[in-house]
């Protein structure tokens, strides 16, 4: 089994920053991916920022320039650097990661931007 602890979330003001963490604890084999979605109420849930084991890393469009994802691989932890926030970006964030055996998610992580 996996577990996985987000951190970070919460209320900040359009155009602020917050940093999201997700570390992962438990029978872990070859830790492959490590993602964020969010998930906005009545929408569906979107990969938000993507990252390989090899350190390669992708975005959806509107987050692109704002956000930065990273991860240590002996701390198996990752994190979602968040920059100039938009109240579009009001979410739950969740963390995904992806194991030899299967994905697992986090519980997820409130954020909210206040215009």
């Known amino acids: 089994q996996v577990q996985l602890v987000e951190s970070g979330g919460g209320l900040v003001q359009a155009g602020g920053s917050l940093r999201l963490s997700c570390a992962a604890s438990?029978?872990?084999?070859?830790?492959?991916?490590m993602d964020w979605y969010r998930q906005a109420p009545g929408k569906q849930r979107e990969l938000v920022a993507s990252?390989?084991?090899?350190?390669?890393?992708n975005y959806v469009d509107s987050v692109k320039g704002r956000f930065t994802i990273t991860r240590d691989n002996a701390k198996k932890t990752v994190y979602l650097q968040m920059n100039s926030l938009k109240p579009e970006d009001t979410a739950v964030y969740y963390c995904k990661v992806t194991v030899a055996y299967g994905d697992y998610w986090g519980q997820g992580t409130q954020v909210t931007v206040s215009s």
């Open positions: 990252s390989t084991r090899a350190g390669i890393t």
């Open positions: 438990g029978s872990i084999f070859m830790l492959n991916a």
